[in-house]
């Protein structure tokens, strides 16, 4: 492969992960929609959707392995293409979680009462999706410092998820009817949590593609 296709196939690769990006983004805004609001149709298009979050896991990670094979990169490419199969795999799994989220709902009887906590779920859900969002922005740029300090916002997305989670089983205790749906509830809260930890793991791979260094934040 000459160096000029293979720049051009690196950009590809490097436009096709931020596009996953996007999708997955847009999966988990939709899914924590669907649960606070009770849109039992949207839950369904979004676990349908998941299989097309999957795909492009699997095709970023084929054309990964097949520029390393047909190139040999070296430095900087390599980490750019090591960084992109990495980090596509920690978004596939933020898409897992949207999904999850879904699924949650679907478990929850149309007519069962609200808990009272679902605009803080929407709140999450905003932040989390804020720190997926900020960390993809982080790898378009480059910025390693930017992505370090992405990663520090993971806490808030922990306080708050529990601070919720404790206002759930307070309900669950008062009201025994709300023990089954408080459960999806907790459920979600736990896959929100998750994508935080796994858009703090897209940061730590933007400060490998930048450093080489392999750390946890």
């Known amino acids: 492969m000459?160096?000029?296709?293979?720049?051009?196939?690196?950009?590809?690769?490097?436009?096709?992960?931020?596009?996953?990006?996007?999708?997955?983004?847009?999966?988990l805004n939709r899914a924590v929609r669907a649960f606070v609001s009770r849109d039992y149709d949207l839950a369904e298009e979004i676990i349908e959707g998941d299989s097309e979050i999957n795909a492009e896991e699997i095709s970023l990670e084929t054309k990964s392995f097949e520029m390393i094979a047909l190139q040999q990169p070296v430095s900087g490419d390599l980490r750019t293409i090591i960084?992109?199969?990495?980090?596509?795999?920690?978004?596939?799994?933020?898409?897992?979680?949207?999904?999850?989220?879904?699924?949650?709902l679907k478990n929850i009887p149309e007519d069962s009462p609200l808990l009272g906590v679902e605009q803080k779920i929407s709140i999450l859900g905003e932040k989390a999706k804020m720190i997926l969002d900020a960390s993809l922005n982080a790898y378009i740029q480059g910025d390693a410092d930017r992505a370090r300090e992405i990663?520090?916002?993971?806490?808030?997305?922990?306080?708050?998820?529990?601070?919720?989670?404790?206002?759930?089983?307070?309900?669950?205790?008062?009201?025994?009817?709300?023990?089954?749906?408080?459960?999806?509830?907790?459920?979600?809260?736990?896959?929100?949590?998750?994508?935080?930890?796994?858009?703090?793991?897209?940061?730590?791979?933007?400060?490998?593609l930048k450093t080489g260094e392999l750390i946890e934040l």
């Open 2 to 27: 000459l160096r000029t296709n293979f720049e051009e196939e690196l950009n590809k690769l490097h436009n096709q992960f931020y596009s996953m990006g996007t999708q997955v983004s847009s999966q």
């Open 83 to 104: 960084t992109v199969l990495k980090a596509s795999s920690d978004l596939e799994r933020v898409g897992d979680h949207a999904a999850s989220i879904a699924k949650a």
């Open 151 to 208: 990663a520090k916002k993971d806490l808030e997305i922990d306080l708050l998820a529990d601070e919720i989670e404790k206002s759930v089983l307070i309900s669950m205790q008062e009201q025994q009817d709300n023990i089954e749906m408080g459960k999806d509830y907790i459920l979600t809260l736990m896959h929100l949590e998750r994508v935080g930890d796994f858009a703090k793991n897209v940061c730590e791979w933007v400060v490998y």
